[in-house]
């Protein structure tokens, strides 16, 4: 009877050792960029999963597109006032916050520049200074009110969440794959990454901030888990007028163009909306600031390309960094 | 036979069958790479990268997607920035993607090519 039981219990560790990975990858278009699931787990559970994610991610698309009339920040938009629902009204509070904690250098209320500049259209133009400025008196984001979940704007002030919103959108895929049963899956809302859990064998995921000088390729490999890794580069939405290569991060000091000395700034850091406000924050702040900026927060790591093609770290990302590209010199800050 | 003996020999037997769906649930997607072509989120077209034994193209959404032996590439868009053309071969964690058109090349099942998926 002992061989016999010991014979058991070895099966039993052996069969557990059956349970592979089945791995299902869906793509969709929402939130005006290119999405992307993979998820890995039982077969049984994992189509399921991206179901419910794919469907928290069209309903927070409903809620917080700019352009789409029927959104609940378009109603705010043209009237200046709105009763939202409590998960818009939590994510508003959230950009207030981390408008507040950047100084003003990340701010939703940017928007009317981002129009005026036709980032929204098809139609670009370069708007004057006078113009811009014009527009920035308006407001920023200190003359948002938040009571309960009632927004009030002052008059010619206009919100936008897409500094935020595929961050905040990728937590909550997130947490919906999780809830579905998924532990390991990787999700992409137009290169706005959130890895869930670690790759089915336990290592971490392997993401590539994308090299701003050669498109389809990444300068580096970050190796993560349950984290978010957001970029920010001038590279991804811009355009030429005379000669002026004018990009979409606008500061919302000048409503111009940030133009910092970087190429692009790379957040790693648990939280998706934290590290995709901050993307855009530490790309106006430029390379100084923002390191200083990343020590006194310490909830998160960053990685900045710079015009002259020198790749600056945060010193917590030693031994997590690899795979540098020869194009580019790497130093680790402070 | 013991009692004891039988309940060993059953609770084995629900092992096995419980191990066989468990080898069915997680079986994976072949060894191969398969390449699905998206448009405006739906699928088009799933093809297995390794039976591709010579070029062949399809139309989708205004683009032209060319198979070839092991990869895929979107060889036209009538866009006008024909970002996805310069893109090339779609790669695991690195899809085509055409924004303007919708349409998008996805691989998957694929050896790792190095990174799980592209931020920026």
């Given amino acids: 009877m002992k061989r016999l039981s010991v014979l058991f219990l070895t099966l039993c560790i052996l069969l557990t050792g059956c349970a592979g990975s089945y791995c299902e990858t869906r793509a969709a278009f929402a939130m005006d960029t290119d999405i992307l699931v993979t998820a890995y787990g039982s077969r049984f559970t994992v189509g399921g999963a991206i179901d419910r994610a794919l469907a928290v991610l069209n309903e927070a698309d409903t809620r917080l597109s700019a352009v789409d009339t029927g959104s609940e920040l378009y109603r705010l938009n043209e009237t200046g006032a709105a009763e939202l629902s409590d998960a818009t009204a939590a994510l508003l509070a959230r950009a207030l916050t981390l408008a507040d904690v950047t100084g003003g250098t990340f701010d939703p209320t940017v928007y009317p520049c981002v129009q005026a500049w036709g980032f929204t259209s098809t139609d670009k133009r370069v708007p004057d200074a006078d113009e811009l400025l014009t527009l920035r008196a308006y407001g920023s984001y200190s003359d948002v009110t938040l009571d309960g979940n009632t927004a009030v704007l002052r008059t010619g002030m206009a919100l936008d969440f897409g500094g935020i919103a595929k961050g905040y959108t990728a937590d909550v895929m997130a ?33 590539g901030p994308r090299n701003p000088y050669s498109l389809d390729a990444s300068f580096a490999v970050v190796q993560v888990m349950d984290c978010s890794v957001v970029t920010s580069g001038s590279y991804q939405r811009y355009f030429e007028r005379d000669g002026v290569t004018y990009h979409h991060i606008l500061d919302p000091s000048t409503g111009a163009p940030a133009r910092t000395g970087l190429v692009s700034v790379t957040v790693i850091g648990s939280d998706g909306a934290l590290a995709d406000a901050y993307a855009t924050a530490l790309f106006v ?28 770290a945060t010193s917590g990302l030693a031994g997590v960094l690899s795979d540098i590209s020869s194009d580019y010199t790497l130093r680790y800050a402070g | 036979m013991k009692r004891s003996t039988v309940i060993y020999i059953i609770v084995f037997a629900f092992m096995l069958i419980g191990c066989g769906i468990l080898v069915l649930a997680s079986d994976h997607n072949g060894s191969g790479a398969t390449a699905t072509v998206y448009l405006d989120g739906e699928i088009v077209a799933v093809v297995d990268l390794n039976t591709v034994t010579e070029t062949w193209t399809l139309a989708v959404g205004g683009n032209t997607v060319e198979f ?6 979107m060889l036209d868009a009538c866009c006008p920035d024909g970002l996805c053309v310069r893109q090339g071969y779609a790669s695991a964690g690195k899809p085509v993607i055409c924004l303007p058109n919708r349409v998008m090349l996805v691989i998957s099942g694929s050896a790792d090519t190095g990174v799980d998926a592209i931020a920026g």
């Fill in chain 1, 285 to 312: 702040m430029g390379l100084d600031d923002a390191l200083k900026f990343q020590k006194t927060q310490g909830d998160f790591e960053a990685v900045f390309v710079t015009e002259n093609r020198e790749i600056v």
């Fill in chain 1, 175 to 207: 947490n919906a794959l999780r809830d579905a049963g998924v532990t390991s899956a990787v999700i992409s809302l137009g290169g706005n990454v959130r890895a869930v859990g670690s790759k089915p064998d336990g290592s971490p995921w392997r993401i």
């Fill in chain 2, 68 to 73: 070839s032996p092991g990869h895929v590439r």
